[in-house]
């Protein structure tokens, strides 16, 4: 699937999206971009890709214990996100789309999102092992692909007049500069990801985008895999500094973009603050354990991915982290409500809902 030719995939969908209708012509058409905080069996795919989910313990909370591709136990925040507005679940992975497995079902969106994915291209490619993972660039790519086809059956201001374009991404960035030590100065290095940032929304602006639904970076130092490089088993506080100062040119990024194109709307979740804050304070939200992870091996099970023959929780709804990266269902559960109808300390300057609205 990875050599598959953009041709192929624009022919079959031109004839899978003609076979189905919205049930509710006035609901949006939601699109999904990012990571694996987002992936929902993208590089299931990518039979070379090792940064995939689809083996045990992975899905055991998923109808039927399906190991599905998402990095979790059961549903991620990309699924609550598009039930929030009607959907049973997420939008499916694009290389899924064909002519069979949409004729039966109604088109609600697509999900684009690829775990190890990043900004840059190179994010995810260029490292020990390469993971082999869409990028940014190439998932946009393929929303224009879809875009392509559905313009021929809708006109393409309806294709994106109303739909919704959800992007969770950055932290494999961060991770990937920090751990590298790069000699390149933090300051420069944030610029240079928040153009390649400005430059994706831009490509989406250009193609019809223009309700963005955009989630920042978590404090991704308090990770459990992060946390085992600290003899104390804290949170690694520069690594959480990134990710904050991630969020604040972001913040300026879409203020901007916002201001030169007038029709464009944005709702930017603060994931950092309202994970930490649920760090800090877990039990109101029913959370007991909130640094090591659900499933794996190792300190604080921190140390390898969730693989059949992990260790496994069992009060898995208690966990903050399902494995030494990812959330749990729970988690990914309460990020997607605060998203939707959270106030402004966590998601500015309107929440996902208003955005829908607006």
Known sequence: MENISWAVVSLVLCVAIGSVSPADPGAPLIFIFGDSTADVGTNNFLLTSTARADFPHNGIDFPSSEPTGRFSNGLNSADFLSMTFGLKRSPPPFFSLNATSLSNKTFGGVNFASGGSGLFDITGKKSVVRKNVVPLAEQIQQFSTVKSNLTAIKGGRRVTERSLFFISIGSNDLFGYYHSNSSIPKEEFLSSLLLAYENHLKGLIDLGARKFGIISVAPIGCCPSQRVYNAS????????????????????????LSSECKDVKYALGNAFEMTINVIRNPLPFNFTQVEAACCGAGKLNGE???????????????????????PTQAASKLAAVTLFNGGPQFVTPINFAQLAMA
Request: hydrophobic share 45%; with cysteine; charged share 20%.
């Open 233 to 256: 088993g804290g949170c690694l506080e520069d690594l959480n500094d990134l990710a904050v100062a991630f969020h604040s040119r972001l913040d300026a990024l879409m203020s901007k």
């Open 304 to 326: 390898s991915f969730c693989s059949p023959n992990a260790t496994l929780c069992l009060n898995r709804d208690n966990y903050l982290f399902w494995d030494l990266f990812h």
